[in-house]
């Protein structure tokens, strides 16, 4: 993975002297509320429902066991034991002080980590596929293009007051595992008719309240003209985007309005006043990031492996885990691990600092000492022998991580929501944990195979919910929650925003008519149908019948 | 005139965040800021609204806490009458094997921001 | 307004620019004040009798005159510019990488801050990431250009 130079480490501490100077500011009195909230956003720190939240960047989702014993230890000193793993690959911290923070990230910046532009009007953290350099469907690892963006994004001169957030995610595998055309910008590394892998650029896909899948605004571009494309996006956006609305100030928004075919022109119109050589980082500059994901040293294996066969026949908890959180890896002899943070009765993306030492220490133990935190907020281990998996879940139970459903039902994406967030309408948490209770079978969850539910606790659509097989969104109606179900989103190389059901549900309701529609789903689905298939081709009225009574 | 407005019904409290430390707090009658809403002052009368609301813009001016404005109390309960006030009042729900916030303040206590004024 | 020039504070100064189309309409003046919508197109032919372009920041928030600075450049303008509006020292370095010489300021704006603090921000930072912003004064340094120095 990558590691700072000498210029990538003053810059870093520079700005954690900038943020202590700002913090400091605020306290005198010289800067106000209103002009230090921005700045302390693009720090990452919110004030949230009951207290700072502050959300630390985990570029791409890629991180150390060094990094992450870090975090548990942030977790303990300056918080409550434990951190949150959020839908943008990133960490977040429920209770810090805000005379604590400018330490914080002394902490942070002690292992090449920070909290630049985790919030904020500017371009986010890249999200990225967290099986990068491991998938077997992969064309390139797109990290070190991510890398190249996180560097070039980071405080910005021209693009950090944006009219609006910006969210970027690559992927270099044919399956979309980082949603990007949910995103300000998706890019997919692509090979072109000369056989030179390039970048496939989507523009305006976005979620909450208006979501949209992105579209395509150039099929190719290569790699030493990225940032200067990139410039001239965020240029044409940066001066015409709208700012007289918050709910309309999206890219998005400013492509649907323009047109996709008359934005591009203006893109194109504004590329071709640059001097691209003149913003784009020279080639030795991209070997340099790429050599730090050049591929670990791979023990020659063979794909079969006693030791490992034999458990899987031994042991049918082990087995049942291997079958939902195993992936299939690049290397024969090699595997991903997928570690789900969503055990029965848990926040999903909870996880306690003890626990945080734990996966550090099996990074390191098994896995060349990377972490990769997923957008579906999970945690993987990306390079692990095969004959090294049962010793290694062995310790996942011991620490009460070894939760064997990724994918499954109780796999639920889900935003903090009523329990932490300032804008929520309604509570997530406690609906997903209801939810995973009601499926807590592990057999019936087998059986119900691979479903999304993804919950938000407001319209801003943090928990995903317009691209889950089931989505969910949390409202309040004179006081009472009410949940509105969406069906047959979908966040893959086939995006397709979900569709509302009818008439919201209250909480009791709500799990009884999930259940409802997934025992319609059983009897009506095909071989080897999926939820969203059966849904797909029987389409949303039987749905409907189940949850209204009206068949 | 102070920038706070209220135009709530029934009994109010004053709620805002600490600056230094970000937790919710609730005015008392002593007019320190405290973190327990047990502790928070409720009236309806319009003088001490008005005295209240001095004292949050003044507070805030002098970099004690952070956004303050009035909620409605339910009459009855005494509780926020506000659903999201209830959370803020009481903190999250779920916490299974973490303390809550409640439990929490119980345990510490409940903290005090500011120095103790005269109400009137 | 006050006037802040290399991190100095350089006194009162009052007196409002002509807008564009005022600007437009005349065959005199070397000055101009633009807002952050401007269609440069429509500048471009009188750019090079300019001595002085202001560009307004209606918000502190609202970066688009960063973009507009970038442009202005870029068309060859080499004359004074100044970004006018309610921004706060944090933001200065900003402004001046973009190509604005100096900010104007409401007083009202600048009594909580102290001209020390729009020094320091100044230098705050002396390394960047981004190619095409480098600032002359105090020198920085672009991150990939001096990693391959
Ligand atoms: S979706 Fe709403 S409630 Fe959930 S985290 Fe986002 S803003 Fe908060």
Redo the contacts with the bound molecule.
Sequence with gaps: MYRYDEFDHTFVRARSQQFKRQVERRLDGSLSEEQFRPLRLMNGLYLQLHAYMLRVAIPYGTFSGKQMRQLAMIADKYDRGYGHFTTRQNIQYNWPDLVDVPAILEDLADVEMHAIQTSGNCIRNTTSDPWAGAAIDEIEDPRPIAELIRQWSSLHPEFTYLPRKFKIAITGASNDRAAIRAHDIGLQIVQNDAGENGLQVYVGGGLGRTPIIGNVLREFISRHELLPYLEAIMRVYNRYGRRDNKYKARIKILVQETGLEKFRDEVEAEYAQLEPLDIAVPQEELNRIADYFSAPDYDDVSSSDEGYDKAVILHSDFAGWVRSNLSEHKISGYTIVNISLKPLKGAPGDISADQMRVVADLAQEYSFDEIRATHEQNLVLANVKKSDVYALYQKLVVAELATGNIGLISDIIC????D???????R?IPVGQAISERFSDPERQRVIGEMKIKI????????HHHIGHIGIL?LEKAGVETYQVKLGGDATSTAEVGKVTGKGFSFDELIDAIERMIDLYLRERDTGERFLDTYRRIGMEPFKGVLYGTD | MSTLKHKGKGPQALTANGLRTGPVVYLSADYTWNTAFENAMLTEDPLVIARMSEAGDRDEEENLIVGPYFIDVDAETHLPARYRERFRAQGPSYDPGKPTYAELLMKDGAQVIGQQREGN | MVLIRNGVELGHVSGELPDLETYLAGNEGDSVLLSPDVDLETLKPRLSGLALIEVSFPSFTDGRGFSVAKQLRRLGYEGELIATGPLIPDQYLCAVQCGFDAVKIEQECYVRQSEGEWNEALHAFDLFYQRGYVRQNPVSRNITEARYE
């Design positions: 935003c903090p929501g009523m932490y967030c300032a804008l929520a309408t309604a997530s938000s606790g407001c319209i801003n659509a943090c928990g949390g």
